[in-house]
């Protein structure tokens, strides 16, 4: 039996076994030789492998990805700590 093998074995038992769907990383590529730029859903143990682009060329580049968060989820701004200073450089809670 191959190490694929195993993983989609173990995949399919989680995925079983629990109510929330299995979510695997995106990866970003671009084909160097049509300029195509795409994603892939793979394992983290595999975001090294290969490529090959939807049009089927093999010359890919895996593309650094930028990820923005923004806010605490919550809805509400974040209040400052009393006693804190007025801003600066670092927020204030040095009072630089």
């Known amino acids: 039996?191959?190490?694929s093998d195993n993983r989609?074995?173990?995949l399919q038992r989680i995925t079983a076994s629990s109510p929330?769907?299995?979510r695997m990383p995106r990866y970003d590529f671009r084909c160097r030789a049509c300029g195509d730029t795409f994603e892939i859903n793979r394992p983290m143990?595999?975001?090294a492998a290969p490529a090959t682009c939807p049009q089927g060329h093999a010359?890919?580049?895996k593309l650094?990805?930028?990820v923005a968060v923004t806010g605490r989820g919550g809805g509400a701004s974040?209040?400052?700590m009393?006693?804190?200073g007025g801003g600066g450089c670092c927020g204030g809670a040095c009072g630089c």
């Open 1 to 3: 039996m191959k190490v």
């Open 8 to 10: 989609a074995t173990a």
């Open 20 to 22: 929330y769907p299995v």
């Open 45 to 47: 143990a595999e975001s």
């Open 59 to 61: 010359d890919t580049v």
């Open 64 to 66: 650094l990805s930028t």
């Open 78 to 80: 974040p209040t400052p």
């Open 82 to 84: 009393a006693g804190a």
